[in-house]
């Protein structure tokens, strides 16, 4: 996905490469959704608070829980219609407010971050979809424009409100995450203050109302870290439903070396590191790199050459 492409770095987790067409043309055809939904060979998962039940294979492979409708819990409304692979197998999430119990203890509970790690590219993009509706329906239950409960639709892409007919689509917050390097091709890198001992990452906030997402990437790692920067370049995204947000990565330049300037209200911590620096400070267990599954830890890849080093004692 990135545009360095001579190395060997990973996909970025969590995007749609799991071949599954979501078939969005169909979500408004009640006729063929409830064939869909009873056709022998439908797949049909249960996901609830964030988690869905995966389960280890044999063959050491981990995979999304999945029953044929006909064994699927009884609901009729919170039926999320995910859409269908090459092979013509039809996807389904079921929202309940709690995972169904299993005979078997071989099949556990695992929310986005775990599984990511774990499921292959069908299962993640699969469980990424179901999480971001079920996090969207939790929310917005009511009508922002009138305040009447909404009801479900097009097989849970769409909120109706039966008062005033508005329709509410699921809601995607961007978000910008950058890898500024300096003069000397070195890498700033920071601290939230409410990230756990040692966490250190790339900067990232939001887009604001009325802003683009290169303009935006200047603002933040001016208010952040106090460093102007040019040269915003896209790289990759990653959708991040906690609860609904797209991560847009992106490098960026600075001329010169500055010296950052935290604000010390969401950035505790930030400097500036070399290759060289970065290989030693995480195999010294002085810092952690960013969680594995996060576009941040995609962009400092890029950006090193290579997989980073196995943290000594990381955790994530
Ligand atoms: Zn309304």
Known sequence: MGTHSDNAVRPVLLTGNGGIDRCSGRRLDEVWLAAAWSHPTTRVFVVSGGQALVEGKPDGRTELVMTPSFDAPLTEA?????????????????????????????????????????????DQELLVHAVALENWQRMHRFCSRCGE????????????????????????????????TDAEDRALLGRQVHWP???????????????????????????????PVTGVEYQASQPWPFPSSLMLGFFCRTAGSPEPHIDGDEIEQARWFS?????????????????????ASHLLELWYGKPLPTAVRDPG
């Open 275 to 295: 290759r060289e620096e970065l290989r030693a400070a995480i195999e010294s267990g002085e810092i952690l790199p960013p969680y594995r599954i996060s576009i």
């Open 149 to 180: 409960r909404t009801v479900i639709a097009a097989a849970g892409h769409i909120r109706r409100c039966p008062a005033c007919g508005a329709e509410h689509y699921p809601r995607t917050d961007p978000a910008v995450i950058m890898l500024v």
């Open 197 to 227: 001992p040692g966490r250190w990452s790339t900067l990232a906030g939001f887009v604001e109302p009325g802003e683009s997402i290169e303009e935006a990437v200047v603002r933040e790692v001016a208010e952040e870290a106090g460093i």
């Open 78 to 122: 919170h039926r999320y219609f995910l859409g269908e692979d090459a092979d013509g197998v039809r996807y389904f999430a079921l929202q309940k407010d709690s995972l169904p119990g299993r005979m078997d203890d071989t099949a556990r509970p695992a929310g986005l971050r775990e599984a990511a790690a774990l499921l292959d590219e069908r």
